[in-house]
């Protein structure tokens, strides 16, 4: 992947009806480093990966993710949501060295 | 092969050479069909499927988070993992976790938690849940350093504690 460290999207579908179970899918830019690594120059790599996430939905906390450098680079979550209200969805991924990156993107229903 | 067995989840070959070989301890120290039966159903009971805590560090993680809980298992409606048998990369591992238990501000699945058996950090990743998710549905991609079981463990709020497992074949080392 080519885009920088901590470049994030979190895709919808495109049609969401109030009350629909719908399905978020996400994905973070980060190297995920174990600290196990060395580079070929014999360097150790630091361990430097998300050990946290937090959504919000219209400002409310409604999953918080624990993480560990076991999960895999540039990570993936998806995960279900009630949407009952036409609000936004934020999620904050913060890692290691305590660097944060947001993403938000609007709940809001097609109209029929 | 398919056996169903009294608890209503399929047997796999796996399960089945395990539970025939307890059978037949049973039929050794016991005349008769009923005392295999009273065995299977024993076995079944303590989970025949579930693996072994493998060291004192898994232990230790398991006491942390659920004491002394009994760590139910066997019903995928209420905790189903997915991982694939073999991972060639171990990189990169999918994992689908799923529970069709309720989410309801009175009865929620409060946290589910990943925990990789040989990994050098077990206790992969914790799910923190609320009923707003309406669902409990989660992927993600894990790595794997070798051929291990995987455990995915969900307690609701109401303290009751279910598990699924997953033993998974890792062809490429993927932690180092």
Redesign the interface.
Same mark, same amino acid.
């Given at each position: 992947m080519s885009s920088a460290v901590g470049d994030a999207r979190i895709r919808l579908p495109d049609r969401i009806a109030r009350g629909d $179970?719908v399905?978020v899918n996400s994905i973070i830019s980060h190297p #995920?480093d /174990?600290g *196990? *690594?060395r580079t070929a120059e014999g360097q150790p790599i630091p361990a430097w990966f998300i050990k946290n996430v937090v959504v919000t939905?219209g400002g409310?906390?409604? $999953? &918080? *993710?624990?993480? /560990? =450098?076991?999960? =895999? &680079?540039d990570? +993936? +979550? =998806? *995960? #279900?949501?009630?949407a009952d209200k036409e609000a936004p969805l934020t999620m904050v991924w913060t890692d290691n060295k305590g660097s944060t990156f947001t993403k938000s993107v609007d709940v809001t229903f097609a109209s029929a | 092969l398919e056996v169903t067995v009294p608890f209503g989840q399929p047997f796999n070959r796996r399960d089945f050479v395990r539970a025939a070989s307890l059978v037949a301890v049973g039929l050794a120290g016991a005349s008769g069909v009923s005392a295999s039966e009273r065995l299977l159903a024993v076995t079944a009971v303590t989970g025949l499927r579930d693996p072994e805590v493998p060291n004192e560090e898994i232990a230790r993680i398991l006491k942390e988070l659920f004491g002394s809980r009994p760590i139910r298992s066997g019903d995928k409606s209420k905790m189903a993992l997915d991982m694939p048998a073999v991972a060639e990369d171990g990189r990169v591992v999918p994992v689908i976790i799923e529970s069709n238990l309720p989410m309801t501000p009175e009865n929620y699945v409060k946290a589910v938690h990943l925990i990789v058996d040989h990994n050098p950090d077990p206790h992969l990743a914790a799910f923190h849940l609320t009923p707003a998710l309406g669902t409990v549905s989660i992927q993600t991609r894990i790595k794997m350093k070798r051929t291990t079981w995987v455990r995915a463990i969900l307690e609701t709020s109401t303290g009751e504690v279910w598990a699924d497992y997953a033993r998974v074949n890792v062809t490429l080392n993927g932690c180092g």
């Amino acid at each position: 992947m080519s885009s920088a460290v901590g470049d994030a999207r979190i895709r919808l579908p495109d049609r969401i009806a109030r009350g629909d $179970a719908v399905i978020v899918n996400s994905i973070i830019s980060h190297p #995920m480093d /174990t600290g *196990f *690594f060395r580079t070929a120059e014999g360097q150790p790599i630091p361990a430097w990966f998300i050990k946290n996430v937090v959504v919000t939905y219209g400002g409310q906390e409604i $999953a &918080r *993710f624990e993480w /560990t =450098s076991g999960i =895999s &680079r540039d990570p +993936v +979550v =998806s *995960f #279900m949501l009630k949407a009952d209200k036409e609000a936004p969805l934020t999620m904050v991924w913060t890692d290691n060295k305590g660097s944060t990156f947001t993403k938000s993107v609007d709940v809001t229903f097609a109209s029929a | 092969l398919e056996v169903t067995v009294p608890f209503g989840q399929p047997f796999n070959r796996r399960d089945f050479v395990r539970a025939a070989s307890l059978v037949a301890v049973g039929l050794a120290g016991a005349s008769g069909v009923s005392a295999s039966e009273r065995l299977l159903a024993v076995t079944a009971v303590t989970g025949l499927r579930d693996p072994e805590v493998p060291n004192e560090e898994i232990a230790r993680i398991l006491k942390e988070l659920f004491g002394s809980r009994p760590i139910r298992s066997g019903d995928k409606s209420k905790m189903a993992l997915d991982m694939p048998a073999v991972a060639e990369d171990g990189r990169v591992v999918p994992v689908i976790i799923e529970s069709n238990l309720p989410m309801t501000p009175e009865n929620y699945v409060k946290a589910v938690h990943l925990i990789v058996d040989h990994n050098p950090d077990p206790h992969l990743a914790a799910f923190h849940l609320t009923p707003a998710l309406g669902t409990v549905s989660i992927q993600t991609r894990i790595k794997m350093k070798r051929t291990t079981w995987v455990r995915a463990i969900l307690e609701t709020s109401t303290g009751e504690v279910w598990a699924d497992y997953a033993r998974v074949n890792v062809t490429l080392n993927g932690c180092g």
